[in-house]
């Protein structure tokens, strides 16, 4: 006979910010995330001799990959440092949906019998790195020596060299940057709102995660002024525009020192090392889907079916209805994320009768690189211990809107156990594949597209994403000429929908234009 699932419960929390003032002061994400790790433990009010006992038996230790320094291998180097030998060491690819990927797993291996106490934990020091290459720092006093040369993702992101030769890289798009426009642009079109009312909803939205941000301590911005609605929505000076509709200030802000650890058990470990059980938070449900990674090849580009998925399994899989869930914190590296969630869960988005977020999201809070979500567990652990809320609910996202990871947390044991490994990762359901073409030809409709603006506030590249006319196969264009990238960003004209020509160049890239089509 199966024994029946352990149950596993959240007992201690931590997070801590170092913000850099001179440059011999810079951490590297290590050392945050061992400061971190001792919040969790002494979150626990344990005695000492007791949390030293629960930090003996810690044998599964889950790290989100850090964009900061390219240790070889994190996990195992946490493990020397706490003087533990954990039968789990696991980390993974990169991507923002890691602290729920990786919180999940550890639920299922400690309801497994397979973990006693897990560590799950996260951490970046870009704003270390930042200071350090305006240094000419290359190997920093007193940081783990880089393994054989090898770039930081951080280091690689900045040269592009981590993306992979594709239709979207050939037409000089595939950055966060670039791909988040596209939906925000293709969800004002689909709910037929004008560009003011949209960029005016975004800077709203925005303003009051600011104000939110300015309350939490960890948060970068903390006590700081927030930004305002006005300031937001002007694309000019220190708010210049990145691609359209996206200023600076609605992109997430990457140069931050913020680390942050969950810890976990199962109920009866708990009872056995004496925590409190108002220390207690359950997690009741989880679930993680991804859309394809070429976002090209997605059905539209006003939804994303693994958001919704993973949102609704995480729902089912904890008994709960949406109605239910007193808290949220949406990852929110732009303003389209936390719209898209209002939109699948029927709340209006300029006024969701719940606010979005705990911490201010990623442009105000932080906790740049992969890890916000694993502050948000931080938070929503602290925020359901006050005993007046009981359900909250945090999704993380990752890639370009690629992957999604949702899950729900408890003040409540849960009837069943709703975090079962094979729903930690699934490909979103089954849909239409949009037929694509790589060379595209011919009158044509635009469905979504972004400019993309240089350092000067000069725009440099316009990105269209559009359909055949003969066939309603999809394509991938750049502008061809100066008027069509001009009426790309009309004030007040829509360009989504509108016709024009698309034809192939030289170089192999396709060009669309509105010139051609309206001399014809």
Not at 495 to 518: H, P, Q, Y
């Amino acid at each position: 006979m199966t024994a029946a699932p352990k149950i596993p419960v959240l007992i201690g929390v931590g997070q801590v910010k170092h913000q850099v003032n001179v440059l011999e002061n810079a951490v590297e994400p290590l050392h945050l995330i061992l400061d971190a790790v001792q919040h969790a433990i002494g979150d626990t009010g344990l005695p000492q001799d007791t949390q030293d006992l629960l930090k003996s038996r810690v044998d599964s230790i889950s790290v989100v990959p850090t964009w900061t320094w390219p240790y070889e291998n994190l996990p195992d180097l946490l493990a020397q440092k706490m003087n533990v030998r954990p039968q789990y060491l696991e980390t993974n690819e990169h991507g923002g949906h890691n602290p729920g990927f990786l919180l999940h797993k550890a639920a299922a291996r400690i309801a497994e019998g397979a973990a006693d106490i897990a560590v799950v934990c996260g951490g970046e020091a870009l704003a270390s790195m930042a200071a350090l290459q305006k240094a000419s720092v290359k190997e920093p006093k007193g940081w783990t020596k880089r393994p054989h040369n090898q770039k930081s993702f951080f280091e690689v992101m900045q040269d592009q060299s981590y993306m992979s030769d594709s239709i979207g890289t050939q037409h000089g798009i595939g950055m966060p940057v670039q791909v988040y426009p596209l939906y925000e642009n293709g969800l004002r079109a689909h709910r037929r709102q004008s560009l003011h009312d949209n960029i005016c909803e975004s800077a709203e939205l925005y303003a009051k995660f600011a104000k939110v941000a300015s309350t939490v301590p960890t948060a970068w911005t903390y006590g700081q002024t927030p930004v305002s609605a006005a300031t937001l929505m002007v694309p000019t000076g220190k708010n210049r525009m990145i691609s359209t509709p996206y200023p600076l200030l609605m992109n997430a802000f990457n140069n931050v020192n913020q680390a942050a650890v969950c810890l976990l058990t199962s109920t009866e470990t708990a009872a056995e090392l004496g925590i409190s059980e108002d220390k207690w938070i359950y997690p009741a449900g989880g679930a993680g889907y991804h859309d394809s990674k070429d976002f090209w090849l997605r059905p539209n580009f006003y939804s994303s079916p693994a958001i919704e998925k993973a949102i609704d399994e995480a729902l089912r899989s904890a008994s709960l209805q949406k109605d239910q869930i007193d808290l949220f914190d949406v990852y929110s590296c732009f303003p389209v994320v936390p719209k898209l969630v209002c939109q699948h869960l029927g709340f209006p988005i300029g006024a969701p009768p719940k606010t979005m977020t705990l911490l201010g999201g990623l442009t105000s809070f932080g906790g740049a690189g992969n890890n916000y979500s694993m502050h948000a567990f931080v938070g929503m652990v602290q925020a359901l211990r006050q005993g007046d809320k009981h359900h909250g609910l945090v999704l993380a996202n990752g890639g370009v809107l690629t992957h999604q990871h949702a899950i729900i947390l408890s003040t409540q044991a849960p009837k069943k156990f709703g975090l079962p490994l094979g729903q930690a990762d699934h490909p979103a359901p089954e849909v239409n594949v949009v037929p694509f073409d790589d060379h595209a030809e011919g009158r044509a409709t635009i469905e979504t597209y972004t400019v993309d603006f240089d350092r000067h506030g000069k725009a440099v590249r316009g990105h269209i994403v559009g359909r055949l006319r003969h066939n309603d196969h999809r394509f991938i264009a750049n502008h061809a000429d100066t008027s069509t990238l001009i009426e790309l960003l009309h004030p007040v004209l829509e360009a989504i929908g509108r016709e024009g020509l698309v034809s192939r160049c030289k170089d192999g890239r396709n060009l669309f234009t509105f010139e051609k089509a309206s001399s014809l």
